[in-house]
């Protein structure tokens, strides 16, 4: 899943709080919903196979954990205890969307989300030997991941989509358009 289909999925996931959230808490969940591709920051830098990145152990719930204690130390004084149990859904909205790759595709992606690593990984996905890889262009450049993504894998980019466009019209409908006065 691409990061426009993480981010609509914190931003649905942001409108379950009541009364409506502010601009400063779906940025924070919209962030939450993406923080498992921070890996990919790495990666590009240094020139690594970015595909990899699933296969890292940052890329796992155990790693969740580190990552949001470290955001609660930061931000505890800012969100509320409901915004932070959003955070934790939203980020986890992440692995699950992933997982959608291994499910729909099981030919092309065989190694999925490692749930329970590092106690249990049996299909040994966590590799931190893939590292040690160098990346060619294709593999390192973000301009190539959209023509992958609508060759290889149209199922995931159509719900990105749709992911998407849900996202846009209760953006809209709840922060852009203003309601009609009713004049007597």
């Not at 204690?69 to 699950?96: D, E, N, P, Q, T």
């Not at 690593?117 to 450049?141: A, S």
């Not at 849900?166 to 203003?178: H, L, N, P």
């Amino acid at each position: 899943m691409l990061p426009i289909g993480h981010s609509s999925a914190g931003f649905l996931i942001s409108q379950l709080k009541k009364p409506k959230p502010n601009i400063k808490e779906i940025i924070f969940l919209i962030f939450c919903a993406n923080i498992f591709d921070l890996d990919l920051i790495y990666l590009f830098l240094n020139q690594k196979p970015l595909f990899i990145h699933h296969r890292l152990p940052s890329h796992t719930p155990f790693f969740g954990i580190f990552y949001f204690l470290i955001l609660y130390l930061i931000f505890r004084k800012i969100f509320s205890k409901k915004i932070f149990i959003l955070g934790i859904f939203a980020s986890l909205s992440h692995l699950f969307l992933d997982n959608l790759t291994y499910i729909l595709y099981p030919n092309i992606s065989t190694n999925n989300i490692s749930w329970l690593y590092p106690i249990f990984d049996p299909q040994n996905n966590i590799n931190t030997n893939l590292l040690n890889q160098k990346g060619n262009q294709y593999t390192t450049e973000f301009s190539s991941v959209i023509p992958y993504y609508l060759n290889q894998k149209p199922a995931l980019m159509f719900i990105e989509i749709i992911l998407f466009l849900i996202s846009a019209i209760i953006f809209y409908t709840k922060y852009v358009k203003k309601p009609k006065k009713i004049s007597d």
